[in-house]
């Protein structure tokens, strides 16, 4: 298994450029998740799914948009690109429910980006 | 709203020696996880350690250890032999039990260790 993987590594984008940050699990999970970590600072939610359809707002979701149409992926969009969006953004799964109580968070390396 | 605060921005123990981070966090939920993530410069995130909060033992794993405290509302993290390969930011996270449906986690805003040598 892969785990969580995410493309690109690296990005800068000019202000007003918009992408689209790209997550993959292969474990089948139910749960993904999308968090931001600014420097010197923990993680905060952007977004997040409990199945393929199936999406809801975190702490801070203005400027982003998710969808998820399989269990697999679960791309975060960035609309017009701002420099408050400069951050580090790393994608989480979870396999939920089951036997497994604790549940443990897989992540993926992150993303870097750069809004000048 | 659940909330999780590390006080300590950073902290350094010598080789070989043994330090303590510390955690609380507030919640009115009885079921919940406490876990401490280790983040290398990498910025790979790696599970240090978990707890049940329905446990009274204290978690270990190796040199990992935990100080739950339930009613204070702590959760303290112990590293014994302090190596060289332990100086990261550690995390702290909480995250409501499954009956939530949501299995959200809530992160401190992290404690860099620094590992003299």
């Known amino acids: 298994n892969a785990g969580v993987t995410q493309t690109p590594k690296f990005r800068i984008l000019k202000i007003g450029q918009s992408m689209t940050l790209q997550c993959t699990q292969d474990?089948?999970?139910?749960?993904m998740y999308w968090y931001r970590q600014d420097p010197g600072m923990g993680l905060k939610l952007i977004y997040y799914?409990?199945?393929?359809?199936?999406?809801d707002k975190g702490e801070v979701p203005n400027g982003y948009n998710v969808s998820r149409s399989t269990t697999e992926d679960f791309p975060l969009r960035l609309e017009l690109a701002a420099p408050s969006q400069t951050s580090v953004y790393f994608c989480a799964s979870i396999r939920g429910g089951g036997a497994s109580t604790y549940n443990e968070q897989f992540f993926g390396p992150g993303t870097r980006l750069t809004v000048l | 709203a659940q909330t999780v605060t590390q006080s300590q921005p950073e902290m350094s123990v010598q080789e070989a020696e043994t330090v303590t981070l510390s955690c609380t966090y507030d919640t009115s939920e009885s079921d919940y996880y406490l876990f401490w993530y280790k983040q290398p410069p990498s910025r790979q995130m790696i599970l240090v350690i978990r707890?049940?909060?329905?446990?009274?033992q204290n978690a270990t794993e190796n040199r990992f250890s935990v100080n739950f405290q339930k009613a204070a509302k702590s959760f303290s993290l112990k590293i014994s032999d302090s190596q060289l390969g332990d100086a990261a930011m550690y995390f702290c996270a909480y995250r409501s039990g499954s009956t939530s449906g949501t299995y959200k986690y809530i992160f401190g805003t992290g404690t860099r260790l620094k590992v003299l040598a």
């Open positions: 707890q049940e909060a329905y446990k009274q």
């Open positions: 799914s409990v199945g393929a359809g199936i999406t």
């Open positions: 474990m089948n999970h139910n749960y």
